[in-house]
């Protein structure tokens, strides 16, 4: 297998890539600002009907709002990064063979072994690939033919990184 394609300048393509690395690492803040925000308000709904309902009530609204700026986290921190990402728009590649996934963008380059791959999670525009439990890189399908992208999801399924169809 030998799959090259080219990455065009796009500003927004490092927003979306940065979007879709961080909403793995940042999911996680969305569960417990729910929690948190569902515990605060059913303690909001318990304080009103008893007399000592006045004493949790403060702890209450608090949970409710920690709750709901750690639900509002995420989205601030893909919107940020989005923004600030504009600016790395550089012309790049990638080289993916039987062995490895080479990169390069703009002057600089790098790669990962299939070999140090624990997993690849599937998302509507990327493969993101992990070297252990850390995502190290995303694969953009779009820029990709339907052939070569085929022939990678067969070859990423077979290495069993990819659930098999």
Same mark, same amino acid.
């Given at each position: 297998?030998?799959? *090259?394609?080219?990455?065009?300048?796009? %500003?927004?393509?490092?927003?979306?890539? =940065?979007? =879709?690395?961080?909403?793995?690492?940042? +999911?996680?803040?969305?569960?417990?600002?729910?929690?948190?925000? =569902?515990?605060?308000?059913?303690?909001?709904?318990?304080?009103?009907?008893?007399?000592?309902?006045?004493?949790?009530? %403060?702890?209450?609204?608090?949970?409710?709002?920690?709750?709901?700026?750690?639900?509002?986290?995420?989205?601030?921190?893909?919107?940020?990064?989005? *923004?600030?990402?504009?600016?790395?728009?550089?012309?790049?590649?990638?080289?993916?063979?039987?062995?490895?996934?080479?990169?390069?963008?703009?002057?600089?380059?790098?790669?990962?072994?299939?070999?140090?791959?624990?997993?690849?999670?599937?998302?509507?525009?990327?493969?993101?690939?992990?070297?252990?439990?850390? %995502?190290?890189?995303?694969?953009?399908?779009?820029?990709?033919?339907?052939?070569?992208?085929?022939?990678? +999801?067969?070859?990423?399924?077979? +290495?069993?990184?990819?659930?098999? *169809?």
């Amino acid at each position: 297998m030998h799959i *090259r394609f080219d990455v065009p300048a796009d %500003p927004a393509y490092p927003g979306r890539v =940065a979007a =879709a690395l961080s909403s793995v690492r940042l +999911r996680k803040f969305g569960y417990i600002g729910a929690v948190l925000a =569902a515990v605060g308000v059913i303690g909001l709904a318990v304080s009103r009907g008893f007399a000592w309902g006045e004493k949790i009530s %403060p702890l209450s609204l608090a949970l409710a709002l920690g709750g709901l700026l750690s639900m509002l986290y995420a989205p601030w921190v893909r919107l940020r990064a989005r *923004r600030r990402s504009g600016r790395y728009a550089v012309e790049g590649a990638y080289d993916i063979t039987d062995d490895n996934i080479m990169m390069r963008s703009g002057s600089e380059s790098g790669g990962i072994a299939w070999d140090g791959v624990t997993q690849v999670r599937a998302t509507p525009e990327f493969w993101i690939v992990y070297v252990g439990r850390m %995502p190290a890189t995303v694969i953009p399908r779009r820029l990709m033919s339907a052939e070569d992208a085929e022939t990678l +999801r067969a070859h990423m399924a077979e +290495r069993g990184l990819l659930p098999l *169809r």
